[in-house]
């Protein structure tokens, strides 16, 4: 199984701050890595796939990149709506896997 | 628009099964896979395993072989999951995602709001 390690596993950060998030594979997945946010009882939203393509509708401040086993998603400017638990996951290969996810809390 | 709806709270005894829906709108049923996908409490998330809604074939994560199986209903677009020989350590969040191919790659979107499974005596 493709091991996803996520760091920090958790950051303090205030409005406007730039945040960045990075997430290693334990073998190279290419770009085929994607970036979640999720908020206590809601579904998880999908930000960023293939390692650095926007979804439809996300705010231009979330952005992702990186290839083969090291990646980044960087929020350039901290909204109150951003304060939330992010997770890598790849999908490369079965079974999918998920890193630990960081949560980003209010400074 | 897209949507997965799912069915609700369910409390489960210990050697239990329950089954666990995912009802899709929005989009035609049989063109994507749907995943599930579960929380447990204050850990991160973990896939179970799919199912191709065109045909009905599926596959498991190695650690639910034997306990998981994944069946879908066309005809109302529903895709179910049942659990069996529940233990506490299956108390989580279940969720159902729809499954997108592209060139650019593989990802979920969107998700299921999630179904609490408690398992206890």
């Known amino acids: 199984d493709v091991q996803m390690t996520q760091s920090p596993s958790s950051l303090s950060a205030s409005v406007g701050d730039r945040v960045a998030i990075t997430c290693r594979a334990s073998q190279s997945i290419s770009t085929y890595l994607n970036w979640y946010q999720h908020k206590p009882g809601k579904a998880p939203k999908l930000l960023i796939y293939?390692?650095?393509s926007l979804q439809s509708g996300v705010p231009s401040r979330f952005s992702g990149g990186g290839s083969g086993t090291d990646f980044t998603l960087t929020i350039s400017s901290l909204q109150p709506e951003d304060f939330a638990t992010y997770y890598c996951?790849?999908?490369?290969?079965?079974?999918?896997?998920f890193g630990q996810g960081t949560k980003v809390e209010i400074k | 628009q897209v949507q997965l709806v799912q069915s609700e709270t369910e409390v489960k005894k210990p050697g239990a099964s329950v089954k666990v829906s995912c009802k899709a709108s929005?989009?035609?049923?049989?063109?994507?896979?749907i995943h599930w996908v579960r929380q447990a409490p204050g850990q991160g998330f973990e896939w179970m395993g799919s199912i191709n809604p065109n045909g009905g074939s599926t596959n498991y994560a190695q650690k639910f072989q034997g306990r998981v199986t994944m069946t879908r209903d066309t005809s109302t677009a529903t895709v179910y999951m049942e659990l069996s020989s529940l233990k506490s350590e299956d108390t989580a969040v279940y969720y159902c995602a729809r499954g997108v191919a592209s060139t650019q790659g593989r990802w979920f979107d969107p998700w299921g709001q999630g179904t609490l499974v408690i398992v206890s005596s």
């Open positions: 929005g989009y035609t049923f049989i063109s994507y896979f």
């Open positions: 293939g390692a650095s």
């Open positions: 996951q790849q999908s490369y290969s079965f079974p999918r896997t």
